[in-house]
């Protein structure tokens, strides 16, 4: 069963120009079309490039074919180049920054305005961020030999959502530790935060960049998808039904500091709703249930119709010292941490805990290496140095069993190297990232700059196989085709479109 463990990989990266400024031209045609291709596609910006890798139980096969998306873009990007870290390049005013582009049918316009909301809600500075989403699940043998063992109680289908919704809030309670561990988003090029002021960030050297001595990862703070509008929404996780409900609520309910951008009076779309969410997505968790959806189909609706299948962690940065941002080691104690949080107890969450969590996300994204940092625990405060190491501890039975499975000790060598981050902070990339501006003079711009051309070089110098090239060429023409079809066989309006899509929400069951 764990030799059969689900995993996908969805990785960001900014495209630039050689200059390291965010790139101003269209999604290359070459890698056909954003909207239909399965592997290649866009995010918030247009230039904000998506690579995606099919289910796979194997680690091995997810990074060769990450790899190989690389190599095939690489050939097709010109003097361009992909940027190396979360946070993103030199930037202009929002805009310079272009909105992702899909074509002409509903579904495509329908993503670009949502795109064009979360603009007017957060800045289009913020569509350069990018991140990498890390999909898990359990086989169905799993669930079946454990539902069995449970006493077969209830439907299967919802005891799976009811185990996958402990992993969530356990996730929730631990998820500071990944922050800690992998984090390498401590710094900012300076032009990030151009036209804002009390970030809260202090000047590195010459002042081009800024940073938090102690910071881990920016991104997940104050200076990623955060507004004082989302403050006190509260997503309760004790149960499917309860997460549909108050999500759906936020889809559904106006937002008295949104009216202001239009929703489609006179045909002019500059957001899908003034609600506190446009959709789903909007939230912006750490960990999301998911469940694949249907043509059309709100992920809410696929969710109550046929329950949780996967869950995505949102929360891992784009390592700049790898060359596709994240590497076996990590995807090891990903698997070992997501299955200590699967098996370990999970009691439902209250509002006193869900502050706690917070606080302790916070404290870590901010201060995560300040020495004797202390975060909140059910019995009181405990340093993060102490907790941390108890919690690497707890999983190292789960790490030999993925050992055995795997016949291999590379998961117990990775809890050895994140106990070995949790005892001395400098070897965290956090603080590497730090270590080498510092060392080098350099501010986070040219740092980052010199790890995006060096990753480029790498790629470059190694191109695909003609087999593989064809490949992928085929999937270039595949999707440009089922675009195409898609618009031809458009027969309903926008405002129907979005009608219907809405209508879903509206008739989802109370719990």
């Known amino acids: 069963m764990l030799r059969n463990i689900g995993r996908g990989i969805e990785k960001e990266s900014l495209r630039v120009n050689p200059q390291g400024f965010a790139a101003q031209t269209p999604h290359p045609p070459a890698l056909g079309s954003a909207l239909m291709h399965s592997s290649i596609t866009t995010d918030y910006s247009e230039a904000l490039m998506e690579f995606i890798t099919p289910v796979s139980t194997s680690i091995e096969e997810s990074l060769q074919t990450l790899e190989d998306i690389h190599r095939f873009v690489y050939s097709q990007l010109g003097d361009e180049i992909l940027w190396s870290t979360s946070m993103p390049c030199q930037l202009g005013d929002d805009k310079d920054i272009p909105v992702a582009q899909y074509g002409s049918s509903n579904v495509a316009r329908m993503k670009t305005v949502y795109r064009y909301g979360l603009g007017h809600r957060y800045g289009r500075v913020m569509q350069t961020i990018a991140g990498i989403h890390y999909n898990f699940s359990m086989p169905q043998a799993y669930w079946e030999d454990a539902w069995g063992s449970a006493g077969k109680p209830g439907d299967l289908q919802d005891y799976i959502s009811e185990r996958y919704l402990g992993l969530i809030r356990n996730f929730r309670r631990y998820s500071w530790l990944l922050i800690y561990l992998f984090g390498a988003s401590p710094a900012v090029c300076g032009s990030f935060l151009r036209h804002r002021e009390n970030h809260g960030l202090q000047p590195f050297g010459d002042g081009h960049s800024l940073h938090l001595p102690y910071g881990t990862a920016l991104r997940m703070g104050d200076l990623g998808y955060n507004s004082d509008a989302q403050k006190d929404l509260r997503i309760c996780y004790n149960s499917l039904p309860n997460?549909?409900?108050?999500?759906?609520?936020?889809?559904?309910?106006?937002?008295?500091?949104?009216?202001?951008?239009?929703?489609?009076?006179?045909?002019?779309?500059?957001?899908?709703?003034?609600?506190?969410?446009?959709?789903?997505?909007?939230?912006?968790?750490?960990?999301?249930?998911?469940?694949?959806?249907?043509?059309?189909?709100?992920?809410?609706?696929?969710?109550?119709?046929?329950?949780?299948?996967?869950?995505?962690?949102?929360?891992?940065?784009?390592?700049?010292?790898?060359?596709?941002?994240?590497?076996?080691?990590?995807?090891?104690?990903?698997?070992?941490?997501?299955?200590?949080?699967?098996?370990?107890?999970?009691?439902?969450?209250?509002?006193?805990?869900?502050?706690?969590?917070?606080?302790?996300?916070?404290?870590?994204?901010?201060?995560?290496?300040?020495?004797?940092?202390?975060?909140?625990?059910?019995?009181?405060?405990?340093?993060?140095?102490?907790?941390?190491?108890?919690?690497?501890?707890?999983?190292?039975?789960?790490?030999?069993?993925?050992?055995?499975?795997?016949?291999?000790?590379?998961?117990?060598?990775?809890?050895?190297?994140?106990?070995?981050?949790?005892?001395?902070?400098?070897?965290?990339?956090?603080?590497?990232?730090?270590?080498?501006?510092?060392?080098?003079?350099?501010?986070?711009?040219?740092?980052?700059?010199?790890?995006?051309?060096?990753?480029?070089?790498?790629?470059?110098?190694?191109?695909?196989?003609?087999?593989?090239?064809?490949?992928?060429?085929?999937?270039?023409?595949?999707?440009?085709?089922?675009?195409?079809?898609?618009?031809?066989?458009?027969?309903?309006?926008?405002?129907?479109?979005?009608?219907?899509?809405?209508?879903?929400?509206?008739?989802?069951?109370?719990?």
């Not at 805990?353 to 901010?366: I, L």
């Open 243 to 511: 997460y549909v409900e108050t999500l759906r609520q936020a889809i559904m309910q106006p937002h008295p500091g949104y009216s202001r951008f239009s929703c489609g009076a006179g045909g002019d779309y500059q957001q899908l709703n003034d609600s506190l969410l446009q959709i789903e997505n909007e939230f912006y968790s750490p960990i999301r249930p998911k469940r694949v959806t249907r043509s059309g189909e709100t992920p809410l609706h696929a969710l109550t119709e046929r329950g949780i299948e996967y869950i995505e962690v949102r929360c891992v940065d784009v390592s700049p010292f790898t060359p596709l941002g994240l590497d076996a080691q990590e995807i090891r104690f990903l698997d070992t941490f997501l299955l200590f949080c699967l098996l370990k107890d999970s009691p439902p969450c209250d509002d006193a805990e869900q502050d706690g969590m917070a606080s302790n996300m916070e404290a870590v994204v901010n201060r995560g290496r300040e020495p004797g940092l202390l975060l909140q625990t059910w019995d009181g405060e405990r340093s993060l140095a102490d907790w941390g190491r108890d919690l690497l501890e707890s999983m190292r039975d789960i790490a030999e069993a993925l050992n055995t499975a795997h016949d291999s000790r590379g998961y117990t060598e990775s809890l050895r190297e994140q106990l070995a981050k949790v005892a001395d902070p400098e070897l965290t990339p956090s603080a590497r990232v730090l270590r080498e501006m510092r060392e080098g003079s350099l501010p986070f711009f040219r740092m980052a700059l010199g790890y995006s051309q060096r990753w480029a070089e790498h790629f470059r110098e190694h191109p695909l196989s003609p087999q593989k090239i064809a490949a992928f060429e085929e999937q270039t023409r595949n999707s440009l085709q089922a675009q195409a079809e898609l618009e031809a066989e458009q027969e309903i309006s926008f405002e129907q479109y979005l009608a219907n899509f809405y209508q879903q929400y509206a008739t989802l069951p109370r719990p």
